[in-house]
Structures are given as structure tokens and as C-alpha cells.
């Protein structure tokens, strides 16, 4: 066994506001987690080579000015390009949540096809409702996927919070991303089927898509805020599931933290 720890880094700044709670998410799945401002990245003073798992994470980067992520992800696209590539390469993790999802899919790190980096192949457009959905919802995952977080997870429940949620791309791209099993997660209904209608379905995403990785796996994005459900105390129907019996050890959640800690500890620590 090696003493060494798995690091993440936290890139935070400019209307993000989720570090603490992914913060809490890494560190109680083993790792140790380093929340950094986006301006020390950008100027060198910090890099992300030093760390095995960067988050994108929720939050309004920059107030969500010319679309949810879009600023943030031209930022970090245009001044980071050569450091991400070589994270990437180095067989590393990447993972966005929220408005970190909506920033990996601008700056073309997912669905990545033929993994063509950096070009962008899909979008996180403004739910059908046409208003910002807080809710809980169910997602069901794709046993198929290459995707690293989602490994043995069957049906899982999270919550959402987010206006600019509708997962959307051109009909070539989506039978290509459907085809590669890219979809890990998908929006489902209470026994676990998939959700074509809303609520279940919060904001009209194509074919119900919660969450997709790049064909590494090892990049994955997703709507759902897992590290909100890190304690059973999370859920807003704690106080009935209790009179049923104890409640579980942890929130539902953390299984998606602890299979990036784990893959870590095994692929890049030795």
C-alpha cells in the first residue's frame, strides 16, 4: 500500500460556489482536495499538474454572461489548452458538476468524439420550462458506459439546481454519443425507467441525459449535484425514511467521488 494521497483540485472564483461541499466530497473518500482561485491557475502561480483529479464545479461562473459556462470555458480553453491537454494525456481525471458540465461541453472536453478535443459537439440549452428548476430527482445509469464515476451504480437520486440544464446536440453527434455509450446517466422515473416527461425529466434534456463522459471515461459531466447528497441528512424525506428503518451510512452521492478516488489511487499513485 502506498501512503501517498490522491490530490484534486478545486478551480474556484467568479460565481462558483460548490468548493466547500466537493471539497468535503474528495477529502471524505480519502483524498485531499485543494481549492484554488482561477486567476492562480491562469498565472502560473499554481498548475494543475501537481493534482490527479480537477473539478469543474457549480455555481454562476462570471453570472452566466453569454450562456452558463461560457466565459469561464474561454478563459480556461484559451489560456490552459497545453496543461489540459497533457492532464488528459497523463491518463488523469476530470470531472464537471453543473455549471462545470455546461463549461465542459464548451470547451469540447465532452463528448470529445473520436476524441477530438476542444471542439464543441453539444450544450446545455435553457430548460423547456423555461424557468431555474431546485428539485430531486432520480437518474438510472448506463451499465455500458466507459464512464469512470458511475461504475456500479444502478439507479441513484440527486438533486438539481439550474436553469440551463437541457443536454442538446446535432442528430449526427447524438446517434455518434448514443452509439459509444457516452450517456452515463439519464433522468428516470421512481422504479427507475427512463423519464421522458417533466418533473422527472426537470428540463427537457434529449434523451433524457443527465450526464455524458469523453471515450476515455476517465472526463464526465452531469447536471445532478452529487456532492449536495454526501449525508443522509441531505434528503428532504430523511425525517420519513427514518421511521422505517436506519438510514444509510452516507448520502447517495458519494459513490461518484469515491470511484474517482479509487481509480486514482490505482492507476496513477504507483
Known sequence: MTNKKVKVLIITGFGLNCERETSAAFDSCGAVSEKVHLNDILSGKRSMREFHILAFIGGFSFGDHLGAGTVFANRVKFRLREDLEKFIADGKLIIGICNGFQTL?????????????????????????????????????????PCVFTKG???????????????????????????????????????????????????????????????????????????????????????????????????????IFRNAVNFAEQNLLN
Not at 464548451?106 to 431555474?132: I, T
Not at 442538446?168 to 422504479?191: C, F, G, H, P, Q
Not at 449535484?225 to 425514511?241: I, K, M, Q, R
Request: hydrophobic share 35%; net charge negative; glycine share 8%.
Open 105 to 145: 461541453t464548451r470547451m469540447g472536453l465532452v463528448p470529445a468524439l473520436n476524441k477530438e478535443y476542444f471542439r464543441q459537439e453539444a450544450a446545455l440549452a435553457h430548460n423547456d420550462s423555461g424557468v431555474f428548476r431546485d428539485d430531486w430527482v432520480y437518474l438510472k445509469a448506463n451499465p455500458a458506459s
Open 153 to 255: 451504480i444502478d439507479r441513484i437520486k440527486l438533486p438539481i439546481r439550474h436553469g440551463e440544464g437541457k443536454f442538446a446536440a446535432d442528430e449526427t453527434d447524438m446517434l455518434e454519443i448514443e452509439k459509444r455509450n457516452l450517456v452515463a446517466l439519464r433522468y428516470a422515473n421512481s422504479d427507475g425507467s427512463v423519464a421522458v416527461d417533466f418533473p422527472a425529466n426537470p428540463n427537457g434534456s434529449t434523451n433524457s441525459i443527465a450526464g455524458i463522459c469523453d471515450e476515455t471515461g476517465r472526463i464526465f459531466g452531469l447536471m445532478p449535484h452529487p456532492e449536495a447528497f454526501l449525508s443522509p441528512y441531505n434528503a428532504p424525506d430523511w425525517t420519513s425514511e427514518i421511521t422505517k428503518g436506519p438510514l444509510p451510512q452516507e448520502g447517495e452521492g458519494k459513490i
